[in-house]
């Protein structure tokens, strides 16, 4: 929420039961909207799921738009700034002496948090870091009339569950960032890592909070319209009063600094400052990643992720805080610091310099695969180039979706070229792509319900063969001419639909005819061929028939 | 055709045409030599030649890549200049083949793969920077437009030059296409693994291409043509797909070529 209204709604003057909706895994009433069924690991293969996806017809209008938009004014202020390739170059550099070094610097953040008065809990993977947290909020709320937290956006909560392991607790978890807010009424899963809503259009806010904000709290205005002002307005009013009676909130950090002991936010509405100084106490979950080795290191980061994220030159709402300061904002202070698979991350030489990622979203809104499918179809909080190449490093690659995630790319490389931290990762797919193969290559079994086409391994290594030697694939090539240019070119010069597998090309694509002459056999021959030395334009022939 | 300067002669060159050129299209690598002997080179074909090996390296496959990368070298390796007209496999040969062989840890090998990729050029690149021609004496009487195709922009990065080839050509019209630098949605195996993600790309490229009117759709790619044709083809478009080698070949007819 981004404009200045300030008049705090009147005090609650008793609490207003959480209507009951559904209900949870222990069968008591649902404090917070369910999200849809399943787990995300669960989900189907990329493939399967992007059909799923295109078949939404608003929604790839909305993300048409949305992206489109977004890409245009990110090239903008990116364009503005003549050292931006020294930006990228040197928070490259800093991930990279982060990564290398992280065993040294999450030691000396450890001191500079506990320093500042911020207690420091180690969470190996989600589970631990849920009862960590769990744990935590339900001491804090023991006499409290309303069992909810605040949250701030944070993708490590996301990737977590928390506000799952939450409601099972007992507790709400009350997402405050606008498009959160749209997603967790919506009974929905967030579908890009900045944007979580970026699927949805104006009407279907509209809807979501007219039909859920009731069922939660303070309802939306009965007139309420599709301008973005009054959208804002209601999640204001709405969440107002969950910000004014919260005594616990829940962040993730952008940055960690290990030499100071500080934490910062980057948000754009407010919603992040409002948790952060309101509540009694602050926990924060934060991925071992997050750490950067000095507070001047702020200063490249700061500049990159706006102008990579929102478009921004500057971001709205900084918060750095470092450790409690006596009275003001919360005196009880916790940050938990997950690893939940990053270093397995660390582990591989190649792919750890996925660890670099801010979180920008850059690749996703510049990735035309994204732009067409969404972020639903990748089955993982992190979506787009980057989701395809952390979350099969963070999860593995035993589940079906995880091993299809490397291959839901095109490798155009327009994600490589926005990163602001210079992740390679046209080529960290390829290293993906790389060790799915070999997964598949050592258990036969795993390839026989994976990608599609189960002789793949059987087929490149006869393909590898015939390409390994110029006479084979000139007997395959035939000598003079190709058998199927000599007897089909006859009849046409074009295919239309042929049978599966290659229907998969031929359903919406017509493919050329196979031509009646090899060019080896032209270039022996050329000698006495009237067009050896240059084809004279006509009019009528130009190109091969395609 | 106006006289054009031999500023190729005493070049040898090695023409790699690529497996998707010698199944698919012939023309392409026809058109490559007739400009290359227009402009004085001696243009040598190495039958040992097969297959970049992008299709296995991108897939995952890099075993099955490295008897490839030895093919190539065995083919090539004699030459001081080896031309392929395909951005994309002048980026696996670049990119993909020095990183397998780096992987192998076989220094001899990261030597010799290192020296031939630095002689091994995108046929745009050999004309502008080697030969330093853009007029390569073409005429195409003909409203075009230009797909720059992923590969050639982000791996090779050819830049704009074969854009500056296409305006040298006498009586061509080049077009803008919207969004010229988004994929095609072809990406290799991509396109069979993801079809309902690959056609969708491609069609939002072959309406781009739609809009412009143009007779011809050039790039510097045939695969990418193929995908994006596929789709032209199938919707009766009137835009065809052609080569920029097959532009740059073709000459003003004279009397005698008129008749043939």
Redesign the interface.
Known sequence: MTDTQTTPDASPTGPRPLKLVTQNNHGRARLTPAPPEGELIDSPP??EA??RE?GLPVQRTNLRHAMTAIRTKRADVVAELDNWEDLRAAGAAIKDDVVRHLDRYLVQLEESLTRAGTVVHWARDAAEANRIVVDLVKERLVDEPYQEVVKVKSMATQEIELNEALEDAGVAAWETDLAELIAQLGHDRPSHILVPAIHRNRGEVREIFTTEMGNYGKPAPADLDSQPVNLANASREHLREKFMRAHVAISGANFAVADSGTLCVVESEGNGRMCLTLADTLISVVGIEKVVPTFADLEVFLQLLPRSSTAERMNPYTSLWTGPTDGDGPQDMHVVLVDNGRTNVLADPVGRDALRCIRCSACLNVC??YE??GGHAYGSVYPGPIGAVLTPQLRGTASSVDRSL?????????C??VCPVKIPLA?LL?H???????SKKADPLVSAKG???HA??AL??S?????????R??AA?GAEA?VGGKVLGRVTD?F?PLPW?LS?????????M??D????H??EH?GDR??????????SE???A? | MGQIEAVGAGKRVALFATCVNEAMFPGTPKAVVQVLERLGCTVEFPSEQTCCGQVFSNSGYYDETLPLIHNYLRAFEGYDYIVTPSGSCTGSVRDQHPMLARRTGDADLVARVDAIVARTYDLPEFLVDVLGVTDVGAYFPHRVTYHPTCHSLRITKVGDKPYRLLEAVRGIEIVDLEDADRCCGFGGTFSMKNPDVSVAMAADKARHVGDTEAEFLVAGDNSCLLNIGGVLARQNSGTKPIHLAEILASVEPTLTGAQR
């Not at chain 1, 490397?406 to 327009?414: Q, R, T, Y």
């Not at chain 1, 993906?432 to 070999?438: D, Q, S």
């Not at chain 1, 393909?463 to 006479?471: E, I, M, Q, T």
């Not at chain 1, 009237?530 to 009019?539: C, S, Y």
Request: with cysteine; charged share 30%.
């Open positions: 990329f493939p992007a059909r295109l035309p695969v067409k499918v490397p291959f839901a790319s095109s490798l155009c490389g327009a490589n070229e080529e390829v993906m792509r790389h060790k799915v193969v070999e990608l599609g086409l793949e391994p490149m290594k393909a590898s063969w015939l390409f390994s030697d110029g006479r694939w000139s090539l190709t074009h239309g597998p998969k090309w031929t359903n919406a694509r017509d493919v050329p196979v031509p002459e090899t060019f080896r032209w270039f050329r009237p067009d050896a030395k240059g084809r004279e334009h006509l009019a130009e190109g091969d395609r």
